[in-house]
C-alpha cells in the first residue's frame, strides 16, 4: 500500500466545536482514496461499496464476495451476510413469521457457525433502538479489527478503512457527535498503529 502514509497525515481533524454533519464528507475521502489505487485495486473497492446498495444485496451478489479472491471480501461479507440473517431472525421471531423469511441461505453453508451470533443476539434484544444501532455497528467495527488485524501496507487495510468511514457516515447523520467520537477513535488507531509499524522497520 504504497499510498498509506499519504492517506493518514491527509485525513481532516475534527474538532470538538464543529457541529455540521457535514464537516467531514466521507464521500470526498472515498473518492480521494480510490484516485491513489490502480485500476484492479479500484475495482475491488467498487465491488465492496456495491454491498451497500440494498437492490444489490441479492443471493447472487453473497455468492460472489464469499469465493472472491481479496480475503477482506470474503470475510467480510460472509460476516455481514450472517449478520443480516441474524437480524432478519429477530425480525421474523417479534412479528411471527416464518423463522427463515427474508433471510438468504446460501447452498453449502447450511451448517457454518456464526461466531458472533451470540453477542448479535444480546444487541437486538436491546429495548433501545439506537443503543441497538451502536451496538450493531460496534460488532461491524471489531469485525473489520478482525479482519485487519495484520494488515499495514496493503488493500485490505484500506478497505476495512473505508468500512469504518461508512460506519461513521451513518453516524454522522443518526448522531453527529458519536459520529465524530468514531472518527476521531479511527484516526487515532491509524496513525498509532502506523507510527508502530514504522518504529518496526526503522529498528
Known amino acids: 500500500m504504497d499510498n498509506y502514509e499519504y492517506i493518514v497525515a491527509s485525513l481532516p481533524v475534527i474538532r470538538q466545536e464543529d457541529t455540521r454533519t457535514d464537516s467531514l464528507v466521507v464521500s470526498e475521502l472515498v473518492d480521494e482514496i480510490r484516485g491513489q489505487l490502480s485500476g484492479r485495486d479500484q475495482s475491488v473497492l467498487d465491488q465492496f461499496l456495491s454491498g451497500y446498495d440494498s437492490e444489490q444485496l441479492t443471493e447472487d451478489f453473497y455468492q460472489r464476495m464469499l469465493q472472491h479472491k481479496n480475503r477482506f471480501l470474503r470475510e467480510w461479507f460472509r460476516f455481514d451476510l450472517d449478520l443480516r440473517n441474524a437480524t432478519v431472525g429477530y425480525l421474523n421471531k417479534k412479528l411471527h413469521r416464518a423463522p427463515d423469511h427474508d433471510k438468504i441461505l446460501l447452498e453449502g453453508r447450511e451448517v457454518e457457525e456464526f461466531p458472533e451470533l451470540e453477542a448479535a443476539s444480546r444487541v437486538l434484544d436491546s429495548t433501545d433502538i439506537l ?73
Open 131 to 203: 443503543q441497538r444501532e451502536r451496538g450493531l455497528d460496534d460488532l461491524r467495527w471489531r469485525k473489520v479489527d478482525e479482519i485487519t488485524l495484520m494488515d499495514y501496507f496493503d488493500l485490505e487495510a484500506l478497505l476495512g478503512y473505508v468500512a469504518k468511514l461508512k460506519i461513521i457516515d451513518r453516524w454522522l447523520q443518526l448522531d453527529p457527535d458519536s459520529g465524530r467520537a468514531l472518527f476521531r477513535r479511527m484516526v487515532e488507531q491509524i496513525r498509532s498503529t502506523y507510527d508502530n509499524k514504522k518504529k518496526n522497520i526503522t529498528i
